[in-house]
């Protein structure tokens, strides 16, 4: 058999044998790499490779920021889904497979590896669970994501690494801190290993019913009480449960997620485990959104510069099919068009507000209602808005640095990715004051704020910086501040850091 294989490959239909093609090499990875404290991170998407939201662009910029410590060997595990481009599946290498059991099943498990910028990334194969279009949505999800987590933990003897911290990621990933501590950590190899489980957004937990307890999820006896909760199966109220720590991605939604109105009815547990909880705010990476070197950007433009940025915005008019106009201020957002991103704040007032000398744009997809709305309104205000319901990375790019004010008016939100990518492009952000918005923007620093989830709050507090956005001088001096903000890795990798450093004590 090959040494390599790439991905694109077909796996062999059927083998019942562990294959270690490539021990040798891994172990040598791991002797290199012995001073070093050893991050396995377990999740279902990262950056560059498979991307739906921000979890991805967390896992694959904190993963890199880690391992440029040269503190930690970090490695990150993600299903190989069929979306995966062909242009990083080619450059797999095919590690070998072994059969991974889970109740009754005895699945194909392929191993795949690619090393990025010092992080070695693991692809878990298996064509009968992710060879379909996109990442979630199948009625079989919890089957899917309890064998990618059982997995995780098979190939750790095959790739002889065990990792000292295993850091798992929403509910997709929750069952590997469960399985970790119900069938596992009494092995010797296993018996080090410490979990800690990152919550991104508690909105999603991970529910079934508790009839596919041994069935399905393998669990039995006493650890039956781990994942019951209110008469289902709840897998991120498991991963709670059975982590040494938890964590989320600000400190603000640390504190949220206890009150009954942000958490999804998990409040009682996440109370109970208060003491093992840490809020850190996500970083992004810096080097990809930086308005001097973004290629995607009509022109480029430093924060002691902004000329250039009203080359972004008049093309961006432009290709808008919008009246060029520089002192007219571009509002944009660039977001799931969810009721939780405070899209009903919007539709309450965005007329009011296009009565305004205003050009509104919006970028994203998501509930048909409010899809529909943003069309027929462009529709009705083709001088003043454009709706693009798409999910478009370039535009994305050419929509942060071509306007002037960036909405964010979430409901509620854990960390937030784009009121921080804005501000690198010296684009003002307009947050509402929760989660991770509330960590990162202060008002009239680098943004503005509003408090209560109210429409005509949201409308002052915009109508405000349309206002200032007159004020030529002041204004690229908060522009200055914005762009200037650190939000790179730098501050939340120490804390992590911290963390792992603390459990391994
Ligand atoms: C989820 C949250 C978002 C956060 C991201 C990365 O998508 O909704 O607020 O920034 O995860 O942690």
Redo the contacts with the bound molecule.
Sequence with gaps: MAETKTATKKAPAKKTSVKKVKTTAVKSVANNTAEKKKILFVASESTPFIAT???A??IGSLSKALASTGKFDVRVVIPLYSDIKKEYRDKFSYLGNLYVHLAWRNQYCGIFTYEQDGVTFYFIDNEFYFKRPGCYGYFDDGERFAFFSRSVLEIMPFLNFYPDVMHCHDWQAALASIYLKTNYCFREEYQYIRSLFTI??IEYQGQYSLDLLCDLFDIYGEYRYFVEYNNSINLMKGAIECSERFST?SPRYAQEIKDPYFAHGLDPIIRNNAFKLTGIL?GIDDLSYNSELDKHLFANFTADDFSNKQVCKSELQKMLNLPVKPDTPIISMVSRLVSHKGLDLVTNVIEELLHDDVQIVILGTGDSHFEGYFIDLARRYPDKMSANIVFNGDLSRKIYSGSDIFLMPSKS?????SQMIACRYGTVPVVRET??LYDSIKPLVNGYTFSNYNAHDMLYVIRQAVENYKNKTEWKKLMYRAATTDFSWNHSAKEYEALYFDMLK
Excluded at 413 to 417: A, H, N, S, V, Y
């Design positions: 939201g921000g979890l662009e967390v991104h957004n991605v996500n939100e854990p960390c937030g990715l989660g991770g």
